[in-house]
């Protein structure tokens, strides 16, 4: 996680999880972590076709 703390913003890159742990929660606790250490926003990039990832 890289956050600029001047202006609360984080920004989540490169997130990748192991097939043997999707669907347990990962990605949703990596989000919440980024606005827990502060962040008012946070961006993020998801690829078109990843439906799961972009309802998160």
């Known amino acids: ?7 609360s913003v984080g ?3 490169d997130r990748f999880t192991a097939p043997s742990t999707r669907n347990k929660g990962v990605a949703r606790v ?9 962040a008012q926003r946070y ?6 076709h990843n439906t799961v990832a ?3």
């Not at 961006?43 to 078109?48: D, P, S, Y």
């Open 1 to 7: 996680m890289r956050q600029q703390s001047s202006s």
């Open 54 to 56: 972009r309802f998160l």
């Open 43 to 48: 961006g993020r990039l998801i690829q078109e």
């Open 30 to 38: 990596s989000t919440e972590t980024v606005t827990r250490h502060g």
């Open 11 to 13: 920004y989540l890159q």
